[in-house]
């Protein structure tokens, strides 16, 4: 089945490389920094629970993963598909590298650890901090502090492994984890370079793409909201005109040998 072909016209990548500033450097390293305080203090509550709460705690520690690649879904959707690199703060901090990575998908593979994890350590202080916060009295509070504990650990190693899924070359141990599928594995992402990139948004470990792709999630999510606003999804990402081609596009299950290669930049 040949895939149909989209009129995709994106920003220009030059200024969008250039809307990494040092004002959003500065930012990130803030962001960074403020993760580790609320982190290190949310765990300092929990560890000593783990004698009492074993496999409870392990049960919640594992839920979060998944729960982790469905929150980078989400964001990763929304930043994909809602928004301008033009807007104030988060416009210049969280969309712009969704939108370059479009452009360019290597380009992440160029960047520093600042760079790749200051926005999800941003996205996650807030629930970090929330977190700690839980009175830990009970199994339930335990269960909900550690599962968010989790959610909040894995979000940010979220783009590293989004990264290695772009590398040319990984150690044999992050090959070994690809393979596993306990990190995102390259060809299960490569779906999601494929024009329009409209699925497979889930970044941690991939495992929640296909069950969501198939259920229409985020199809239904953008049904409901350009019903209720008017706004066109991705027409500032791909253009007026591929953003509306496919507003009631069903792009069904993609065949496995459909994957279209990365493109040589």
Not at 76 to 96: E, F, K, N, Y
């Amino acid at each position: 089945m040949r895939r149909r072909a989209f009129d995709i016209r994106h920003r220009d990548r030059k200024a969008l490389r250039e809307g990494y500033s040092p004002a959003v450097r500065r930012f990130e390293i803030a962001s960074i920094a403020l993760y580790c305080c609320a982190m290190g203090w949310f765990l300092w509550g929990l560890l000593p629970l783990v004698g009492t709460y074993p496999w409870l705690m392990a049960s919640a520690f594992m839920f979060g993963f998944v729960l982790a690649d469905f929150v980078s879904g989400i964001v990763h959707w929304a930043a994909d598909t809602w928004g301008s690199p033009d807007m104030p703060v988060i416009g210049q901090a969280l969309i712009r590298p969704f939108r370059e990575h479009h452009v360019d998908q290597k380009e992440i593979t160029r960047h520093d650890f600042i760079e790749t994890n200051g926005n999800n350590c941003f996205i996650s202080i807030g629930p970090a901090v929330c977190g700690a916060l839980l009175p830990l009295d009970d199994a339930l509070n335990v269960f909900a502090a550690t599962a968010i504990f989790s959610v909040t650990l894995w979000v940010l190693f979220t783009n590293q492994f989004h990264k290695w899924s772009h590398l040319d070359v990984r150690p044999r141990w992050v090959d070994l984890l690809q393979r596993l599928n306990l990190v995102l594995p390259p060809d299960h992402h490569a779906v999601h370079h494929s024009a329009p990139f409209a699925k497979y948004y889930c970044i941690t470990v991939g495992w929640l793409n296909e069950p969501l792709h198939r259920l229409r999630f985020f199809q239904t999510l953008e049904w409901v909201i350009t019903a209720t606003t008017g706004v066109v999804p991705r027409e500032d990402d791909i253009g007026a005109i591929a953003a509306r081609e496919i507003l009631d596009e069903d792009p069904g299950p993609m065949p496995a040998d459909n994957v279209a290669p990365e493109p040589e930049l």
